[in-house]
């Protein structure tokens, strides 16, 4: 059978592809249409040079849109999470719900005319050193087809939330009743009046408990491990906010000494809640260890006045049951599982040594983890949520103008 490909809106035979159609990308290959992929694109455009943005699933922000509770609003003020280029409308309130921020992206998208090639899921992309290109091999569409996208440089911005983790459970095969993680969430109202166990005392487990005492339904949360959890604000401030701009005059162990003392004064002591906090201070164990601590949103009060049960990590599950490491066995009529997210790069990027096998992340923590060899760039794996990513987006941008403009694209007589 033979095969042809496209480049550059130019059809030739190719015969170094099979089974395959291919496109030469005048500009970067970006892998992701979520926050950081549309950044990192509208910075691009800002710079007269065009790109190409694969998504797998069928619509931007596919997180956000599908994997996300309907409660849910950014943790941090608005103006901490404005993507590059285009702040978020003065009506939003500080903090924006989930259909605020949607809807910001939809019109970002709209504003900067990015239009994401949907249903794209990358199999996988290595770079071609012969001829200094990268090699995007997709599979999708309307006909589950297979497609080879090239390109001198690629983006990856699928980010640190890529896919769900599951973790393995003694006997969670034999619970019995709905299990699910928190991806598939998006309220309570079908767990009223039901003992519902939550495993994870992240962000999302802790706002997932509050969400379930709000439909009636009787929450317990497991908290495996040690945990900060800060006030959302402090004196009308927002915590982030306070913390960024200390930062700027004091070491982060100081920093972390005052929003210690700070949370203690507003949220009193956690200990007693079942809620230990680490040796580490919230700021210094996010930078070292990348563990976010959890702003609370009125968890805590729940847990004060019993509506919220504290269980410390699960020895096994039974037959809707759940038996604790402390010996405390309690029955359960569902399971959710607010065990967060992973990078899924290494599944799929050949042989670069930019990103750590084990965990998906650039090796080198920021600011530096943006940029790897041979074109090869990052977005949106800070650890610093969206203002990371507005950040790395603007330095990607910076560094392929300066490549195009120096460096012209080489062309190869075959895609």
Wanted: hydrophobic share 40%; proline share 7%; with cysteine.
């Amino acid at each position: 059978m033979e095969f042809v490909t496209e480049t550059l809106g130019k059809r030739v035979h190719d015969p170094y592809v099979e089974d395959t159609r291919c496109l030469m990308i005048p500009g970067p290959i970006i892998v992701g249409s979520g926050p950081s992929g549309l950044a990192t694109a509208a910075c691009l455009k800002s710079r007269d040079i065009p790109s190409l943005i694969l998504e797998r699933s069928n619509c931007i922000a596919s997180l956000w849109q599908l994997k996300t509770y309907d409660r849910l609003r950014l943790h941090l003020p608005k103006h901490f999470c404005e993507l590059p280029l285009m702040p978020f409308p003065s009506s939003y309130p500080t903090y924006p719900t989930k259909q605020q921020f949607v809807q910001y992206l939809e019109s970002y998208a709209e504003h900067f005319d990015l239009k994401p090639v949907f249903k794209q899921t990358v199999e996988e992309a290595k770079f071609d050193r012969r001829r200094g290109l990268w090699r995007v091999r997709t599979t999708g569409g309307k006909n589950d087809e297979t497609m080879e996208y090239v390109s001198r440089w690629l983006v990856v911005a699928t980010g640190e939330n890529a896919e769900e983790v599951m973790p393995e459970i003694d006997g969670i095969a034999d619970f019995g009743g709905p299990i699910l993680h928190t991806s598939s969430y998006k309220s309570g109202e079908m767990f009223s009046e039901k003992k519902v166990l939550v495993v994870g005392c992240g962000n999302s487990g802790m706002e997932v408990c509050l969400d379930l005492c709000n439909f009636n339904a009787h929450p317990s949360l497991v908290v495996r491990d040690s945990v900060h959890v800060l006030p959302q604000e402090m004196l009308g401030i927002s915590t982030f906010g306070i913390s960024t701009s200390l930062l700027k005059w004091f070491p982060v162990q100081v920093v972390d000494r005052f929003l210690l003392r700070m949370s203690r004064l507003v949220l009193g002591d956690t200990d007693r809640l079942g809620l230990v906090r680490p040796k580490l201070g919230p700021l210094e164990r996010k930078i070292k260890c990348g563990k976010t601590p959890v702003l609370d949103v009125g968890t805590l009060a729940k847990i004060r006045s019993g509506h919220i049960k504290v269980y410390p990590e699960l020895k096994r599950v039974m037959h809707y049951s759940a038996e604790f490491v402390d010996g405390r066995v309690d029955n359960f009529d569902a399971i959710i599982l607010a065990t967060g997210y992973k990078s899924n790069v290494p599944m799929w990027l050949k042989g670069m040594n930019m990103f750590c096998e084990k965990d998906g992340f650039p090796r080198k923590p920021f600011p530096n983890g943006w940029k790897g060899e041979s074109g090869l760039y990052a977005v949106g794996f800070t650890k610093l949520g969206l203002l990371g990513a507005a950040i790395d987006a603007k330095k990607i941008a910076e560094d392929i103008e300066v490549q195009r403009n120096f460096l012209p694209l080489a062309r190869p007589q075959h895609c």
